[in-house]
């Protein structure tokens, strides 16, 4: 019965998928960011270069700003072939996959060069795989940027942060990195974080200078810390069925299109952050605070603990491959 509707459900994605003579493949890529994003820019250059060259064949409509579907559902979307591409951030997935949790491991990469040389490596590319059971293939790591942490108080030392409420994404890392804290660690949408703000729910947020400008966090999130402490990085996805039920001519060339994006993207990235935390700078409203040496390291203590709360999820071998790519160990 269960192969039976399983061949039923092929049949019917497939049929979706190669329906040229009723017109284009659609593919629908929702996002929960602005356009103005590196993510929300790779979006649209994905569907700018699909039309250019496979127009006749594939159209492709981006929803950002969770305008289709959000943190919560997007997911589940993606396995019911209700969207056909995502690229939520790698803190998303621990439902799917426990080895993904590596990227939220606190002071683990030193700068976005560092992560960029993991997702290259064997480790790495491995990791695109690690969800194909649950029939989610990993295309390619599009990057944001290293995280910097947000509150209604300045933060300079690890303890300020204690008693806070903190809005986090769904990660149990991340959720165990504030608790280390002596904070109170929040899962909310992405979309729902800035009115979380404003109502006073929570005083505190950790995020990219992308996310932190573009959702205008800064007159409810008067100090952001310089903190460089974890990275906020995608993975563009899809759905394995629909994916393969593609044409191989149309799959190689949908491909090349991301190869090319994914390149631009990660190439436009640091960038993008650094211009958005000059706007925060020059906006008057945010107090940049930046930390010593000593400091930096009283938080990398505070936070370091969850390492070896999370190693036998995550896999050793897994953390000692990302460990390597720091420039200092190398
Ligand atoms: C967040 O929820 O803070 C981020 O994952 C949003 C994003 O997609 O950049």
Redesign the pocket.
């Known amino acids: 019965m269960k192969s039976l509707f399983s061949g039923l459900l092929l049949a019917l994605l497939a049929g979706h998928a190669t329906a040229a003579a009723d017109g284009p493949i659609l593919i629908k890529f929702s996002?929960?960011?602005a356009d103005d994003t590196p993510?929300g820019q790779g979006a649209l250059l994905f569907k700018k270069l699909v039309e250019e060259r496979l127009g006749e064949q594939v159209r492709v409509e981006v929803y950002p700003n969770s305008s289709l579907y959000g943190?919560g559902d997007e997911l589940q979307a993606l396995l019911n072939n209700e969207v056909q591409l995502l690229a939520?951030?790698l803190?998303?997935f621990s439902q799917y996959t426990p080895k993904l949790q590596v990227f939220d491991l606190p002071f683990l990469f030193d700068d976005l060069d560092a992560v960029n040389r993991f997702q290259k490596r064997a480790k790495g590319r491995q990791l695109l795989s690690s969800m194909e059971k649950s029939d989610i293939t990993g295309l390619a790591y599009w990057h944001?940027g290293m995280k910097q942490l947000s509150a209604t108080q300045p933060l300079q030392k690890p303890s300020a942060a204690a008693g806070l409420a903190f809005r986090i994404?769904s990660s149990p890392v991340l959720e165990s990195q504030f608790q280390n804290l002596g904070a109170k660690a929040v899962k909310l949408p992405?979309a729902d974080t800035l009115q979380a703000l404003r109502s006073g729910t929570v005083q505190g947020t950790e995020?990219s200078w992308s996310?932190l400008y573009s959702q205008q966090y800064a007159p409810v999130q008067p100090y952001m810390v310089e903190s460089n402490h974890g990275v906020?990085d995608?993975m563009l996805v899809t759905n394995s069925t629909f994916w393969y039920s593609l044409s191989h001519s149309v799959r190689i060339e949908l491909d090349a299109i991301i190869d090319e994006v994914t390149y631009t993207v990660n190439r436009a990235a640091e960038a993008q952050n650094r211009e958005a935390r000059e706007r925060l700078a020059a906006s008057g409203q945010v107090t940049l605070v930046s930390l010593s040496a000593q400091e930096r390291e009283a938080w990398r203590q505070a936070m370091q603990p969850v390492w070896q709360q999370f190693e036998g999820e995550i896999g050793s071998d897994i953390i000692h491959a990302a460990k390597q790519v720091n420039r200092r160990s190398n």
């Open positions: 996002h929960v960011v993510k943190d939520p951030s803190s998303k944001n994404q992405f995020n996310n906020l995608y």
